[in-house]
């Protein structure tokens, strides 16, 4: 059974370091907002061991939603072993619950373009062209309505 709780941040950034960003410093995965005191971090869980991240924050897309309504999903990331069993959707759908639970009518992120099928699959839908993201890959923009 999949279980999804709130994790504290040195938890996902400790995934998020290994799964994400191996390359870079562990104070480089610091993400802003990390330490909010409405962001959320959340774990996926295959009996005790952790195997999946996520979190989800207030912040403002950057073609200009309404920060108050505008929450987005950073660092969602799964282990390869369980990739496919429905970890990554029980995170997302947790995080999209959050959100919505503190007034979010919209919820984007920032795909690594792998993982765009992924979240189009759960209603998002790509804005605008792919970019690179410097020592990490190419991303698109993605957004979807919520609440």
Known sequence: MIA???IDVRAARQLRHQLLRPHQEPWEI???????????????????????????????PPWGEDAER???????ATLPEVRGQGYGGALLERSLAHAVDQGAELAWCTARVPAAGFYRR??????GDVFD??????HVLMRRRVG
Do not use: K, Q
């Open 70 to 76: 505008a929450w987005r999903l950073r660092g969602m």
């Open 122 to 127: 759960f209603g998002f839908e790509s804005v």
């Open 4 to 6: 999804v709780r709130r």
């Open 133 to 138: 993201v410097p020592s990490i890959g190419p």
């Open 30 to 60: 610091v993400f802003d907002g990390d330490d909010e005191a409405d962001t959320v971090h959340l774990g996926a869980f295959e009996d005790d061991a952790l195997v999946g991240i996520a979190s989800v924050m207030r912040e403002s």
